[in-house]
């Protein structure tokens, strides 16, 4: 391989149907040259044609349409990895359920059961991704998510800005709907009383001023809060000597609609001071 400049490069694999279309698009939008469906032996080439500055962040997606190549892709990744450049493996999940209806929305087929079941497809598609998923740096569950989540996912996680610390994403969620799979801190804050208990309250959710106060304005949330915040001071810093780049903190009451979302904007006012990329995702607060 030639003496190019180091690259940032991610690669994007996953299961058919769990956005790996949308997750290439939102790197495209934050200036990564962006190939969809290069064949993995062509990774190498690849860096060395991007040549000098220009392109300093490269994003591809690989999948399992590359058949018997697939087998190579540790070896490659290896090699790119050896010559310099920072290479990170993205893989996108989500349940067998949540891929099949998707299929039957789109009335698709699956490219590796185009006259079989879907079922059929996924099950030959898991077995032929396996190892790409244990190499991965990061995988996301799309079950749950629309494009929106997922395209801001996907920027919070792998976007060129330069930053001090790690990204950081502060989420409520309800579960009721279940616990995010991508959370890498996950609070429960149902000890608090409900204000979905209080007639006023009900209808509202933890944006209203009147349900943040009725939350925040007790001695047991505020100690609560601030144990949360020494907490992560405590562990980002060293999240971040480990390599870990992108980090999500969970918290969640029954619904996703009150106690979390509003802790959940406190927390966010109170980190950000120290990680100006503090996003914040009400994951629930729009469900029944």
Not at 58 to 65: I, P, S
Not at 193 to 206: A, Q
Not at 220 to 246: H, I, M, N, S, W
Request: proline share 6%; hydrophobic share 40%.
């Amino acid at each position: 391989m030639s003496n190019a400049p180091a690259k940032h490069i991610v690669v994007i694999t996953g299961m058919s149907g769990s956005g790996k279309s949308t997750a290439i698009r939102a790197l495209e939008d934050v200036g990564f040259f962006c190939i969809d469906n290069l064949p993995v032996l062509l990774l190498p080439k690849l860096t060395e044609l991007a040549g000098g500055g220009q392109f300093s962040h490269l994003a591809l997606v690989v999948d399992a349409r590359e058949g018997i190549f697939l087998k190579e892709a540790p070896r490659v990744l290896d090699e790119v990895r050896r010559a310099g450049h920072q290479v990170e493996v993205l893989f996108l999940d989500a349940s067998d359920e949540s891929l099949i209806r998707r299929f039957s929305e789109t009335r698709r087929r699956h490219p590796l059961a185009p006259t079989g079941s879907v079922a059929e497809g996924l099950r030959a598609e898991r077995e032929a991704l396996k190892d790409l998923r244990e190499m991965a740096d990061q995988v996301i569950d799309s079950s749950v998510l629309n494009v929106h989540d997922l395209k801001r996912m996907v920027q919070a996680r792998f976007s060129p800005e330069p930053a001090s610390g790690p990204s950081l994403s502060v989420m409520s969620f309800g579960f009721r709907h279940g616990v995010p799979p991508q959370a890498d801190l996950v609070f429960d804050v149902r000890f608090l009383p409900n204000p979905y208990f209080v007639p006023e309250l009900k209808g509202l959710t933890g944006k209203d001023p009147k349900v943040a106060a009725y939350v925040l304005d007790r001695e047991e949330t505020q100690q609560f809060v601030e144990k949360v915040v020494d907490l992560c001071r405590f562990l980002f810093p060293r999240y971040q000597k480990e390599g870990k780049a992108y980090l999500t903190v969970a918290l969640g009451c029954t619904g996703g609609k009150h106690r979390s979302v509003a802790i959940a904007e406190e927390l966010r006012k109170r980190l950000i001071s120290d990680h100006p990329r503090v996003q914040l995702w009400d994951r629930d607060v729009e469900k029944e």
